[in-house]
T-cell receptor
Framework: DGGITQSPKYLFRKEGQNVTLSCEQNLNHDAMYWYRQDPGQGLRLIYY???????QKGDIAEGYSVSREKKESFPLTVTSAQKNPTAFYLCASSMGLVVGDTQYFGPGTRLTVL | KQEVTQIPAALSVPEGENLVLNCSFTDSAIYNLQWFRQDPGKGLTSLLL?????REQTSGRLNASLDKSSGRSTLYIAASQPGDSATYLCAVSRYGGATNKLIFGTGTLLAVQP
């Protein structure tokens, strides 16, 4: 089964803690993305990666960090510096970063800060 | 700066009715426009993609149109069914952009009553 998996589905974090969200794809895609979705809002881009060991900030990167050590994996760390981390997080991938390459989305992780 | 707006924010219709969802964007220099479906707590599923040179795309009971000059797109759903209940998001890719960045609208929450 080809696709994108995200884990866990639900995540709870205490204030001041870092937490890492997992994203794995077996589509052999070069590009991967992390989006954040808040209630009643569209998706906003956090970070994206074109290739292994390369990643760029999106529109709302503050308080987040990523790594891309393997082509199939793009984990997102929500740090204690993120002031309002409670949200729904979506990972996506595409063949490349060429404009118009179709993005395929994972099922999402809902993060709640207690 | 590209802004994408979707109206209405929520819509409730009886089963069998035809309906139209609206998407507007402020910058007509787009590469393509996509319509996505999102079920509660789930990821995004691509429904239709319209290239900037196209006027419409059809898939089953769905028809999406694009009018770049006026900055508008519509998603027409024929003979609606309760299974169509979901949030519908539109997103545009910026023409000439260096990356495959999608700008999302805020979505329309559709409820089809049996």
């Amino acid at each position: 089964d080809g696709g994108i998996t995200q884990s866990p589905k639900y995540l709870f974090r205490k204030e001041g803690q870092n937490v890492t969200l997992s994203c794995e794809q077996n589509l052999n895609h070069d590009a991967m993305y992390w989006y954040r979705q808040d209630p009643g809002q569209g998706l906003r881009l956090i970070y994206y990666s074109q290739i292994v060991n390369d990643f760029q900030k999106g529109d709302i990167a503050e308080g987040y960090s990523v790594s891309r050590e393997k082509k199939e994996s793009f984990p997102l760390t929500v740090t204690s510096a993120q002031k309002n981390p409670t949200a729904f997080y979506l990972c996506a991938s595409s063949m490349g970063l060429v404009v118009g390459d179709t993005q395929y989305f994972g099922p999402g992780t809902r993060l709640t800060v207690l | 700066k590209q802004e994408v707006t979707q109206i209405p924010a929520a819509l409730s219709v009886p089963e069998g009715e035809n309906l139209v969802l609206n998407c507007s964007f402020t910058d007509s220099a787009i590469y393509n426009l996509q319509w996505f479906r999102q079920d509660p707590g789930k990821g995004l599923t691509s429904l239709l993609l319209i290239q900037s040179s196209q006027r419409e795309q059809t898939s089953g009971r769905l028809n999406a149109s694009l009018d770049k000059s006026s900055g508008r797109s519509t998603l027409y759903i024929a003979a609606s069914q309760p299974g169509d209940s979901a949030t519908y998001l539109c997103a545009v890719s910026r023409y000439g952009g260096a990356t495959n960045k999608l700008i999302f609208g805020t979505g329309t929450l559709l409820a089809v009553q049996p």
